[in-house]
């Protein structure tokens, strides 16, 4: 059994992470491990909690997003790392933050307590905005999905439908077909000269059906969805809908530091090098805090590569600063 250490000490860490999801759990046992005094802060808004199982993370397939949290809270605290349940409201850069020295960021969390850091990881995630369709957001993560690597295997061979919210919808009732031959794209709020003649031959090839119109709801027998509604009535008999949600990259923080953002197709994401660094000195982002698509296997190798980094950037500024006593 591993000891678990009982030091006591003050408000001052070698890391402070904000977000305790995969992570920033991954992080935390990384700096843990390697003898950082580490806090994590955890708002518990884990953007997969919808999903009764987490898929495609080896040795982990199917396990329920909540256990998977669970367990890396036990893991991280073998090593000594501290985890409060709360929102970081405010961080200041410190007079040495910008050439990397001392302590360099105060972190105040909601309910006024104040720490400092060394170094930052912002691990707080994104938003899934949901289309307004009434009992939509009520099945997200059941048989209203996202994702097909997610829930695809999971729902194979069935009635596919998927929801049409801009041009790029395109791309996934392609995708999707991968796992059933019987989808229809319903249009929804995409016009039909919208569609390029590549998406319609595309559409065609991979036997898509494209259903004009407005849906208007679901259709649910049993706590189970057996159908999509449109707008003039008629009904669609579907057992799984796909719905790409706007992105809502939860950034403010990364802003109020004074990050570079770069916009992309699914919204502003911090500018990083391949460790996760932002080109805040100091500040390293990872998971859902640097893209749309980080499933979480990303987000587990992400955080890992971000503490990796820090303990050796962490030991060179001991190291030098020693050598100038």
């Known amino acids: ?19 305790g999801g995969a992570a920033g759990l991954s992080a935390a046992l990384v700096l843990g491990r390697a003898r950082q ?10 953007r997969n909690a919808p999903a009764a199982h987490m898929q495609g993370f080896l040795t982990r397939d199917g396990m329920q997003p909540a256990e998977f949290l669970a367990i890396g809270r036990e893991e991280i605290a073998r090593y ?11 961080v200041e850069r410190g007079e040495d933050a910008a050439v990397g020295r001392g302590e360099d960021f105060t972190v105040v969390l909601a309910g006024g307590r104040t720490v400092r850091a060394r170094r930052l990881v912002v691990a707080t995630g994104l938003k899934d905005e949901l289309p307004a369709i009434p009992g939509l957001a009520e099945r997200f993560g059941r048989d209203v999905l996202h ?23 395109v791309h996934q009732a392609l995708m999707v077909s991968q796992w059933s031959k019987d989808v ?55 057992s799984a809908l796909f719905v790409a949600p706007h ?30 660094l932002t080109t805040v000195p100091g500040v390293w982002a990872a998971g859902n805090a640097i893209g749309f698509a980080e499933q979480v ?25 020693a050598a100038q006593r």
Request: charged share 25%; proline share 5%.
């Open 1 to 19: 059994m591993t000891e678990k250490h009982t030091e006591t000490y003050d408000e001052t860490y070698d890391v402070v992470i904000v977000g």
């Open 37 to 46: 005094r580490t806090l994590v802060v955890d708002a518990g808004e884990p």
């Open 80 to 90: 000594g790392v501290e985890l409060v349940r709360g929102r970081v409201v405010e």
């Open 147 to 169: 994702c097909p690597f997610c829930h695809g295997w999971e729902v194979r061979d069935q009635p596919f439908g998927v929801l049409g919210t801009s041009a790029k919808s």
């Open 184 to 238: 229809r794209f319903f249009l929804h709020t995409v016009a039909e000269e919208e569609l390029s003649d590549e998406d319609l031959r595309r559409l065609a090839a991979a036997g898509v059906d494209v259903v004009p119109g407005e849906v208007a709801g679901l259709v649910v027998e049993d706590d189970r969805l057996t159908g999509v509604r449109l707008a003039d009535g008629s009904t669609h008999a579907r």
């Open 247 to 276: 992105a809502v990259p939860q950034t403010g923080l990364l802003e109020e530091l004074g990050a570079e953002l770069q916009e992309t197709p699914f919204g502003a994401y911090p500018v990083i090098d391949p460790t996760g």
């Open 297 to 321: 296997v990303h987000a587990a190798s992400g955080g890992y590569r971000a503490a990796s980094a820090i303990v050796g950037d962490l030991l060179m500024e001991d190291l030098d600063a």
